[in-house]
């Protein structure tokens, strides 16, 4: 099991690296249908791994100065209490309901990548250069004033990014940036890095409500798994400087549509 783990780990961490947190979500499928974890053992061990890849990911960030440690830390804490009912939610379910929504979120995901990807182009063939958010928070710090709406928005959104995580053991970097971007008005590159904080708390905090709910982990296998990751991410994260971003989006976006039309084919055919 050894001699598979680690050239699937080595490629999964490849992916993150390569991707950003977005690529977490192939982690599951491939614990189950390749290494033969039950759903819910390869949903609690996804926590493992990408919260360690994430947390290890975030270190390049850190010394490039695009992690707002303070907000990311705000926004992950927000989101404690959607994690917590995710967990719960996850093994309340049928593992077969799981699979198949799980094949329904990504297809989601490739469908926004798409988006994100022709948003692009057409910006690229406008002549239009990628336009940074103000930097300034929408909820103000200052004492006695607080813009009650944008707090109600960032609430939910934290809420709903820690329910994602807790229910599918994903990092949900593809939910993560994009709230950042909108609900603290993060630059881009500033939002990727701060999203590593977000996943990290949120992957912690569902691991810990799963570890009191009887879930068994082949601790040997998460760990190399979690090892091979680990480097792979940081080899991705050089690919992204020779490759470009549009072929990337593709390739990880038709990789995504295939192994979802596999988990609804594996998963599906059991309800009938």
């Known amino acids: 099991m050894l001699a598979l783990t680690l050239p699937i780990g080595l490629v999964v961490g490849i992916t993150l690296g390569a991707l950003g947190g977005g690529g977490s979500i192939l982690t599951v499928p491939v614990l189950v249908y390749l290494l033969g974890l039950d759903p819910r053992s390869a949903t609690t061990g996804s926590l493992v791994i990408v919260g360690v890849t994430t947390l290890i990911g975030m270190l390049p960030h850190l010394r ?11 926004f ?3 989101g404690l209490g959607g994690a917590f009912v995710g967990s719960l939610l996850s093994t309340a379910v049928p593992q077969n309901v799981l699979l198949a929504a799980f094949a329904g979120l990504m ?4 469908a926004v990548m798409t988006r994100r990807r022709w948003a692009a182009a057409r910006n690229q063939a406008a002549g239009h250069g990628q336009v940074e958010a103000r930097t300034t928070p929408v909820v103000s710090l200052r004492p006695f004033r607080c813009d009650c709406h944008a707090l109600g928005v960032l609430l939910l959104t934290a809420t709903a990014v820690g329910l994602l995580t807790g229910f599918f053991g ?13 609900a603290m008005r993060l630059p881009m590159p500033v939002a990727v890095g701060t999203s590593l904080v977000v996943i990290t708390i949120n992957s912690a905090s569902s691991l810990l409500s799963r570890l009191g709910q009887d879930v068994t982990l082949d601790w040997a296998l998460i760990g190399s798994f979690t090892a091979a990751s680990v480097i792979g991410s940081l080899i991705g994260a050089r690919i992204t400087a020779k490759v470009s971003p549009a072929r990337l989006n593709l390739a990880f976006t038709v990789l995504l549509v295939v192994v979802a039309l596999y988990t609804a084919a594996r998963s599906i055919p059991q309800f009938l």
Do not use: D
């Open 170 to 182: 994903v990092g949900g970097g593809f939910a993560v940036v994009p709230a950042l971007v909108l």
């Open 64 to 74: 490039a100065r695009r992690v707002r440690l303070g907000q990311g830390v705000v």
């Open 76 to 78: 992950g804490l927000l």
């Open 107 to 110: 297809l989601v995901v490739a």
